[in-house]
């Protein structure tokens, strides 16, 4: 139950990477998404977030989009990751990449995306998930699976394939506006590669090598 990794190239070398973190893993993500890629969903990635007493959860969702501000994921309001948002916006991102034995480690804070912002993704999504954003009360106490499958089929009466869903108001994205971003390259004998930009405010990013 352990692999030996073995980085292509020589491994990760600081003269390599781009001067901007998002740049970056620009590169990576593209690498990740390619044809042929080990990765079945590259764009996976765990969220981890805190509450107002410093209880830590960490739950696996779906980057939707990213730029040079950050990186953007969607979400129940009312789910607990949004509520432990809402009291300690402090959040970590981990791409966990290890069939190209590759990580991306995250630190950041997080921000509610504009409405705009949101019903334009919303709408783009297949239909079945929009009604799925309603039927589900993310995160909260249910009696069966057949009251979650009630209201999702009570949703697809009055809604049918070609009917507007609406955009739920408990409902939206959030922005990870990063203060580190870490690319891991694994290398043998545990002597992994380890590059960390740290931004200082407002716009200046320093690249760091850490011990593995």
């Known amino acids: 139950m352990r692999e030996q990794y073995r980085a ?17 893993f620009t590169r990576w993500f593209q690498q990740a998404a390619a044809p042929g ?28 989009s990213y730029d040079d501000e950050g990186f953007v994921f969607y979400t129940n309001y009312g ?17 966990p990449w290890h069939p190209m034995g590759r990580q991306v480690l995250v630190t950041g804070l997080a921000e509610r995306t504009s409405r705009e912002e949101t019903e334009a993704y919303f709408h783009s999504r297949p239909h079945g998930s929009q009604l799925g954003a309603w039927a589900s009360d993310q995160s909260a106490v249910l009696d069966s699976r057949d009251e979650l499958d009630a209201g999702y089929a009570e949703l697809a009466r009055r809604y049918p394939v070609g009917a507007a869903v609406p955009v739920p108001d408990h409902w939206g994205g959030f922005r990870v506006r990063p203060g580190t971003v870490e690319f891991w390259q694994g290398r043998e004998n545990r002597l992994h590669d380890r590059l960390r930009y740290t931004l200082t405010p407002p716009t200046t990013w320093h690249l760091t090598r850490l011990s593995p």
Do not use: C, I, Y
């Open 8 to 24: 292509p190239d020589g491994g990760l070398h600081a003269s390599d990477l781009a001067p901007h973190p998002m740049r970056q």
């Open 37 to 64: 890629s080990p990765l079945a969903e590259p764009n996976a990635m765990v969220v981890s977030t805190a509450d107002a007493e410093g209880r830590p959860s960490s739950r696996t969702v779906l980057l939707k």
């Open 79 to 95: 789910s607990r990751k949004a509520r432990e948002l809402a009291v300690n916006a402090w959040v970590a991102l981990l791409f």
